[in-house]
């Protein structure tokens, strides 16, 4: 200890202790780092979600004048990236770094200062996309942001560049979460958990890595020619040089369609855990769900120009779309029936994670046979464009997405706080949920139908569509108020004195529920040795001559701390001081090069200091 | 039953394999989809521009096959490095580091006076199609190389400040992984750009 502390300088010397706020900044435990993830994200979830709320006030009713054209833009714009990028993309994230270590028997993940270093970069990306409310304008272009519409000829505004910047970053945090718990998932594994015997959330955060590690380059590359096309007046995407505006709409979609999976298949994991615990039954067709998500996975590459049905590609490449298009959904509907099979003859609990995940199933099969109905060119080209789209896609990310990671909060909150959500204000909390997306979303499907254009802030009297965007409106405001009531609970619950989950509230299934809640530092005393799926169920129920589960009577979760002393992973300083060096480069480029300059060297300074710092904590000498 | 056995003996890794080597072959394959991106780019443009100079008016493919050919025997150093440290050759280690970083850093010299060249013969940033996907593609290649050369030249000063432990050889092989990558993407970049005949429409 003496050798180091006489070469490095206090300041810069490791972090000790786990006390503090000061010790969250300077965290590598995967499930600290979780809890950032969840908090951040779901504080950008509410800001998304006023932008919701604002856009519904604007149409509620018809000529109304609650925000300017050019405001309404960027709020739609930024209501779409903030929900897609910075809320439930992290929300998955928050998952993956509590769970997937607990699921899989291992300590941490496989690069604990990795993992800081993405959340970091996601939280400055993050207030960076959003930079533009507070300095010269968000991005008002919508998500996909069309070149050359964004080129700096038609859009000079700020916005833009906050956009290429903060999805930049964005997508440096996403790509490092994602090879980290691809190495994870690969390398981590307790001892005889094979492949299919990993539970199926924990496949289906390494089949989404696998998606980010290789669809955020895309949106990279696209990202990267549109800064230069506006900073340094390349022709990427100028027509007037005989560049392509069909080039962005490609990269964006090969990049997008795969983005579209990732949004969904962490919620199908969730829910691929939570149903077999409340049936008390094991998963039907374990192979099949894994296969169905792995299949969707590599579809979800094949799939990216049924976005760009109208765009006149030709009837081969429509067609050839067309059918890839719809052979992804047999993959999906594969899941649906053997999640229904899951529930067939169990003994069904409804508790509240169980019903976010039932209403998950019901709201994703409506958004998906809407999907399926524009798999074909010729309806796609009367529902482009309209609000029909827009409710297709609320069923899927909202009825889908959001209700599967509500389902995955209300089941991991009391393994993270040691505290239980409340059951009656969690069942509110879904019925106002419910009932308020329905009443929000379906409407749009009939006024999408109808010829309701999407992204106009506002429409006349007399195209007869003031009543449902009235009703959508309400809806909205149900939706808004069901999250006042998830607040409340949430806040009643963390500050409950008394830990009354226990280590197995649900007595479930998988590893995670096998030490005391919240867990230990180290999680695992002695990491376990897996004998088949459903490796909890298995020590603590041996089946009975008739089938039935019969307790074994020294079987479940221990909740006494052991005193054991484990080397973990140490603090570290340097992921957020690379990840300042990266937000210094990225909004430098913005304001000036002597900004980059220095974030190029700190971000170098972070990275170095990193390389030469052992990972694990120096053992005091004696 | 010697399955079991060695699953009880708690490996490090479930597949044996180090978590930096896989890391790295994770990032390797995000970075393809990236030159991958950047490549298709290239060929959709190609023969697309406007206004000269077109690539016939500006290449050099005998000057650019040098210096292609300088950045593949740096691999060859490298090979040797990785197997230098790989039998605790200090020397060694350090002789081909400082091989390989030279011919890298050839490399870019050479790519250096090339867009210099190019520049004079009239072929800017923004001047056409060609300039634009010339130089963005060459010049993200050029920056891998620049950071590979970083990275050999700090092992290089690690060794002579005694870093580089022969048991610590995995770094080295890292950063050959990485060096090789940025090769071999080389090879498709030089064969796509210089070697592929485009017709010049305008």
């Known amino acids: 200890m003496a050798a180091i502390t006489g070469t490095v300088p206090r300041w810069l010397q490791r972090p000790s202790g786990y006390g503090g706020l000061w010790s969250w900044v300077v965290t590598v435990d995967h499930k600290r780092i979780g809890v950032l993830y969840g908090i951040t994200s779901v504080a950008f979830f509410f800001v998304g979600g006023i932008e919701a709320l604002i856009i519904r006030l604007q149409l509620a009713g018809p000529g109304n004048s609650v925000v300017s054209p050019e405001v309404y833009s960027q709020l739609f714009s930024m209501h779409a990236l903030t929900m897609i990028f910075l ?164 990269l964006f979609w090969v990049f997008g369609h795969p983005e579209v999976y990732i949004l969904i298949l962490p919620a199908m994991g969730i829910v691929s855990e939570v149903l077999p615990t409340f049936s008390r039954k094991p998963l039907f067709g374990y192979p099949f769900i894994v296969f169905s998500g792995i299949f969707i996975g590599f579809m979800g590459w094949a799939v990216w120009s049924h976005h760009m049905f109208t765009v006149g590609l030709g009837p081969v490449a429509n067609a050839a779309f067309t059918v ?51 798999a074909s060119p010729p309806a796609d080209a ?102 006042l009531v998830f607040l409340w609970n949430f ?42 799926r459903d490796a909890f169920w298995d020590q603590k129920y041996a089946e009975g001559p008739d089938g039935i589960p019969t307790p074994i009577p020294s079987g479940g979760a221990s909740n006494v701390e052991e005193h054991v002393n484990i080397q973990m992973p140490g603090l570290s300083y340097f992921p957020i001081i690379t990840a300042l060096g990266l937000a210094l480069t990225f909004s430098g480029l913005l304001v000036h090069l002597a900004v980059v300059a220095v974030g190029v060297l700190v971000a170098f300074f972070g990275a170095y200091g990193w390389a030469f710092e052992p990972a694990e904590e120096a053992e005091e000498g004696h | ?30 970075d393809c989809l990236f030159f991958g991106s950047l490549i298709a780019t290239y060929l959709l443009y190609k023969g697309k521009s406007l206004v000269g100079p077109y690539p016939a008016d500006v290449f050099n493919i005998p000057y650019t096959s040098v210096s292609a050919f300088v950045l593949l025997m740096s691999s060859l150093t ?83 400040r005694g870093r580089v432990a022969p048991e610590q050889h995995l ?3 890292l950063a050959g992984l990485y060096w090789h990558f940025v090769d071999v993407v080389w090879i498709v970049i030089f064969t796509v750009i210089y070697l592929v005949e485009a017709p010049n429409i305008v």
Not at chain 2, 103 to 130: C, K, M, P, R, W
């Open chain 1, 324 to 374: 890839s298009t719809l052979l992804i959904a047999v993959p999906t509907g594969v899941k649906v029936f053997n999640w229904i099979g899951t529930l067939w003859n169990g003994s069904i609990e409804y508790k509240t994670p169980m019903l976010f995940s039932l209403g998950f199933i019901a709201l994703f099969i409506i958004g998906g046979l809407s999907g399926v109905t524009h």
């Open chain 2, 1 to 30: 039953m010697s399955q079991l056995s060695h699953a009880a003996e708690h490996p490090p890794t479930t597949t044996g394999l180090d978590h930096r080597k896989m890391v790295m072959w994770a990032f390797l394959g995000s």
């Open chain 1, 491 to 532: 806040f009643v619950s963390v500050r409950k004195t008394e830990l009354d989950a226990g280590p197995d509230p649900w007595d479930a299934r998988t590893l995670e529920w096998s030490m005391s809640s919240p867990p230990p530092h180290y999680n695992f005393a002695q990491i376990p040795t897996v004998h088949g």
């Open chain 2, 171 to 173: 770094n080295i092989e």
């Open chain 2, 78 to 160: 490298m090979v040797l490095a990785l197997a230098a440290i790989q039998r605790g050759d200090q020397r060694g280690l350090r002789i081909w580091l400082a091989a390989t970083a030279l011919l890298g850093a050839i490399f870019i010299g050479g790519q250096y006076f090339e867009f210099i060249t190019f520049y004079h013969n009239g072929l800017g940033l923004t001047t056409n199609l060609f300039g634009t996907t010339f130089y963005v593609l060459t010049g993200f290649h050029g920056a891998h190389v620049t950071f590979g050369i970083i990275i050999l030249l700090s092992f290089l000063v690690m060794s002579f």
């Open chain 1, 87 to 250: 809320a439930i993309m992290p929300l998955s994230s928050a998952f993956f770094n509590i769970v997937i270590p607990l699921q899989i028997g291992a300590r941490d993940v496989a690069f604990p200062r990795l993992n800081a270093l993405s959340y970091w970069v996601y939280l400055f990306g993050g207030l960076l996309l959003n930079a533009g409310w507070f300095f010269g304008g968000s991005p008002g272009s919508g998500w996909f942001a069309y070149a050359p519409l964004t080129s700096s000829t038609f859009d000079p505004s700020a916005g833009m560049d906050y956009y290429v910047m903060g999805l930049l970053m964005l997508g440096i945090a996403s790509m490092a979460a994602a090879f980290n718990f691809v190495v994870t998932i690969i390398n981590m594994r307790a001892p005889g958990m094979s492949l299919m015997r990993m539970p199926v959330f924990t496949w289906m955060t390494f089949v989404t890595s696998l998606l980010l590690a290789t669809a955020m380059p895309v949106i990279t590359v696209a990202l990267i020619q549109l800064g230069f096309d506006r900073m340094l007046g390349t022709h990427f995407f100028d027509a007037t040089a005989g560049g392509l505006p069909i080039l962005w709409q490609h």
């Open chain 1, 382 to 483: 009367q529902q482009q464009d309209t609000y029909y789209i827009v409710g297709h896609i609320h069923y899927v990310l909202f009825g889908g997405s959001i209700f599967g990671l509500f389902s995955g909060i209300y089941y991991w909150f009391p393994k993270v706080t040691g505290r239980l959500l409340g059951e009656g204000l969690g069942k509110l909390h879904f019925w106002t949920m419910f009932i308020g997306m329905n009443v929000a979303f379906a409407p749009m499907h009939w006024v999408g139908l109808d010829g309701m254009p999407r992204r106009i802030y506002t429409y006349e009297s007399s195209m007869g569509w003031d009543f449902w965007n009235l009703v959508s409106t309400v809806g909205a405001a149900v939706v808004a108020l069901s999250m």
